[in-house]
């Protein structure tokens, strides 16, 4: 059940720009799998003639979290979010749209608030220099925008459906 579009309005400029975006996003969050799948194999490879890359799980774990972060709103604007539906199956008209507006506004504050602590968070790393211990020693606020990046159009993907149904309030 896709009820994030349903009875969508109209789509607005804005929309359809925030739509290309997380689209832009999804396609980064597809190629970061890609990756994963070759950096992996690989590595498999190197290691039957006895040789390693040495950072496959440092990477891949970075592209994980870029799969996440950049596919979080392409999933919301198709209707791929998993929620539990105990309560809104079972609610109808006022109340279903009460719920709807709940669920919406409360991820929009809670996206909000993550974007702000994560944006510090990659601040302090930038500013300290921190970096991975690892072989590569990665700059530990590389893979840390990622998480800034993928909320922000997150949140930009709930703004646009919060503006696109106030314009269409009966």
Known sequence: MTDSLENPPPGSAIDRWVGRVAQFCGVLAGLSIVAILVIVCAETVL???QASLLVTDE???YLN???IFFGL????REGGFIRVEI???RATGTLRQALRWLIVLTAFV???VMLWVCTRHV???FNHDTRAVSVIETPEWIPQSVMVLGSAVLLLQLLSWIIARVRHIP
Not at 73 to 76: D, R, Y
């Open 123 to 125: 601040i302090y790393a």
């Open 59 to 61: 990477i891949a774990g």
């Open 87 to 89: 309560l809104y199956d």
């Open 47 to 49: 290691r039957q003639f």
């Open 110 to 112: 809670f996206t909000a």
């Open 65 to 67: 979290a870029a799969a």
């Open 73 to 76: 709103a392409w999933a919301l």
